[in-house]
T-cell receptor, first 116, second 113 residues
Framework: AQSVTQPDIHITVSEGASLELRCNYS??????LFWYVQSPGQGLQLLLK??????LVQGIKGFEAEFKRSQSSFNLRKPSVHWSDAAEYFC??????????????FGGGTRLMVKP | DADVTQTPRNRITKTGKRIMLECSQT?????MYWYRQDPGLGLRLIYY???????NKGEISDGYSVSRQAQAKFSLSLESAIPNQTALYFC????????????FGDGTRLSIL
């Protein structure tokens, strides 16, 4: 079965500092990977996705993520964090092994807090 | 207007009551999903539907039912609510093309006393 682990439940960084959110996955084939962000009181917004090709993908809001097959990881990075980046971040992997459409498995989320 | 709209946004109710959460989408997507979010557990899939006549159970379907009234509408029902169904519920939709991202509503916060 596919699974996603986000080892850090909470992370606090200072505004302007760099950020890396970790994501490790377990999947039996080439994974399709996503990062979503959830701001308070809102739904999930897609930041970026990886399907194939270049292992470094660029997303919205200045985020990027790197797929490392050897480490089963898809870590999210940002060079300089802004106060508005405070939110909860979810990594997701899909599709399901039986390829029943684009079913996603989500990690438990990482809550990012930004200090002034 | 939001692409995926959920109603109500908040609901407080009592144990044993029947509750319906509604979802509509304006993106013309074939596929719709219901998730619940609990702290530390991420989102878990309750039910999903690939079209009006195709409804499937997800990871945690016990205690829930769904209805796909039209391509754009997908409702979730709790027939007899219990306190451990207190959670944040999300509806999502996606196109039928493989591996297209899901688009989420803003969620319904449900509290069962």
């Amino acid at each position: 079965a596919q699974s996603v682990t986000q080892p850090d439940i909470h992370i606090t960084v200072s505004e302007g500092a760099s950020l890396e959110l970790r994501c490790n996955y377990s999947y039996g084939a080439t994974p399709y990977l996503f990062w979503y962000v959830q701001s308070p009181g809102q739904g999930l917004q897609l930041l970026l996705k990886y399907f194939s090709g270049d292992t470094l993908v660029q997303g919205i809001k200045g985020f990027e993520a790197e797929f490392k097959r050897s480490q089963s990881s898809f870590n999210l990075r940002k060079p300089s964090v802004h106060w508005s980046d405070a939110a909860e971040y979810f990594c997701a992997v899909g599709p399901a092994p039986n390829n029943a459409g684009n079913m996603l498995t989500f990690g438990g989320g990482t809550r990012l807090m930004v200090k002034p | 207007d939001a692409d995926v709209t959920q109603t109500p946004r908040n609901r407080i109710t009592k144990t044993g009551k029947r509750i319906m959460l509604e979802c509509s989408q304006t993106k013309g997507h074939d596929r719709m999903y219901w998730y619940r979010q609990d702290p530390g557990l991420g989102l878990r899939l309750i039910y999903y539907s690939f079209d009006v006549k195709d409804i499937n159970k997800g990871e945690i379907s016990d205690g829930y039912s769904v209805s796909r009234q039209a391509q754009a509408k997908f409702s979730l029902s709790l027939e007899s609510a219990i306190p451990n169904q207190t959670a944040l519920y999300f509806c999502a939709s996606s196109s039928g093309r493989s591996n297209q991202p899901q688009h989420f509503g803003d969620g319904t916060r449900l509290s069962i006393l």
